[in-house]
């Protein structure tokens, strides 16, 4: 049966005169593949494959795209609903292809005529991602029923084929009804482009190299997504009479601003959607400004719960206390600290590719140095590997650095995907 906790981890003196309280909610689910007879899991699940098919992926591509099509079918559970989609400047469902389109149950019979349909893949043609998302979000509706939708959308190029608000209206359509995680392959892929999707439709987004990567990273979206046994999953966040819910921010695994999904469930409280759960845990930063109060008062700044389906499942307290002691209103609580310094990290990653993009290279160097000063400053050993790919770092501490002349478009790729992926720290 799968149960949620939750631990909350913050400073709660308030200097007088103070109004803004941080705190980290972690939040644990456990038991989420487990039999549930609560009905808390229940539900059915659904998965699609959108492989991209348009002509730049090319022979060598595609054949690798049919090997992590059929890895992935492999993975996929008995009894899970299931299409494939072939990309290009149309979305085709390439299986189920007959009849009505409409999903099918995977079984031995449905798994090897996916397999076979996918060896059908072909390069061809130009890439319109909004008619991906948009013919997955119709062959999802063909199965009502089901309480768990989930996508995977490969790319290797831009949206070129599409106006910017055609795939807009496929993303605000799709959003809320089914989940996506986005892979681009190669070096030909704008990151935005997919950011932006997997952003709406609570996925992920990252980098696949090379083409013989891919049924790597196939089989580890779908091992994934399989694992995910509860689905619907909010948190609802309360502020008092006066209080406003400053922002939610999951920061671990990775950083992604939720605040702007928020919908009201009442005047005081407002619920921000997490998607489906397996066995994992999760960080929360939520932020709360109230009333400054005098020195001495307390007050809950505020509740936040774990919600499935409209039922509670866990709770978490943010208090607040205003002090006159230094020694206590100053102190920054370290996951806090940890938590607020990746996302500036993150940040000065994109902000300074960005500008290297365009041609400013004195931002570019100005904010690439500011993450190597963070890198250094939090001992991420990993980070300040990536960024010396992109950057020669004469002095760490102090952030002076200088931009590399020929930097492998493949190694900036890289360090932008993983600027939003975060390392949890222990107590």
């Not at 997997?198 to 049924?215: E, F, K, N, Q």
């Not at 008062?297 to 389906?309: F, H, I, K, P, Y």
Request: net charge negative.
């Amino acid at each position: 049966m799968a149960q949620f906790t939750t631990e909350v981890f913050q400073n709660e003196f308030l200097p007088d005169g103070g109004t803004d309280v941080h705190a980290i909610v972690r939040v644990t689910c456990s038991g989420a593949g487990q039999p549930d007879p609560s009905g808390l899991a229940g539900g059915e699940s659904a998965e699609i494959l959108i492989v991209d098919t348009s002509g730049s992926m090319g022979a060598n591509g595609i054949a690798q795209g049919r090997y992590a099509a059929t890895v992935a079918l492999n993975e996929i559970t008995d009894g899970t609903w299931f299409a494939v989609i072939a990309g290009n400047h149309v979305g085709t469902l390439v299986y189920p292809a007959y009849g009505v389109q409409q999903m099918v149950r995977m079984d031995a019979r449905t798994r090897q005529e996916a397999i076979n349909a996918v060896q059908m893949f072909r390069a061809d043609g130009g890439t319109a991602m909004g008619t991906w998302l948009t013919k997955a979000r119709e062959v999802f509706l063909t199965v009502p029923q089901v309480v768990q939708r989930h996508a995977i959308l490969l790319t290797d190029g831009t949206n070129e084929h599409e106006t910017p608000e055609q795939l807009t209206w496929a993303i605000q359509a799709s959003t809320g009804f089914y989940q996506c995680d986005v892979r681009g392959l190669g070096d030909r892929w704008r990151i935005d482009e997919a950011r932006r999707i997997a952003s709406a439709l609570l996925g992920t987004v990252d980098l696949i190299p090379t083409p013989d990567r891919m049924a790597d990273e196939f089989e580890k979206l779908i091992r994934a997504s399989m694992a995910r046994g509860v689905a619907q999953v909010d948190l609802r966040v309360w502020a008092p009479q006066g209080g406003q819910v400053l922002f939610v921010k999951q920061v671990a695994p990775n950083l992604e601003d939720i605040t702007a999904k928020r919908t009201m469930v009442n005047p005081l409280t407002a619920a921000f959607p997490t998607g489906a759960w397996a066995d994992e845990t999760r960080d929360y930063h939520v932020a709360v400004r109230l009333p400054a109060k005098t020195i001495g008062q307390e007050q809950l700044a505020s509740r936040v719960q774990v919600v499935v389906r409209d039922v509670v499942q866990a709770q978490a307290l943010v208090k607040a206390t205003w002090s006159s002691d230094e020694a206590l209103t100053t102190r920054i609580d370290d996951q806090v600290a940890r938590y607020t310094g990746q996302a500036e990290l993150a940040a000065a990653i994109q902000d300074g590719l960005a500008a290297k993009a365009e041609g400013n290279e004195a931002d570019a160097t100005r904010k690439l140095g500011r993450a190597v000063q963070l890198a250094a400053q939090t001992g991420d050993e990993e980070m300040t590997s990536r960024l010396k790919k992109v950057v020669d770092i004469d002095n760490a501490e102090t952030g002076t650095v200088r931009l590399k002349k020929a930097v492998e478009k493949l190694d900036e790729m890289a360090l932008d995907t993983a600027s939003t992926k975060t390392r949890r720290i222990k107590k």
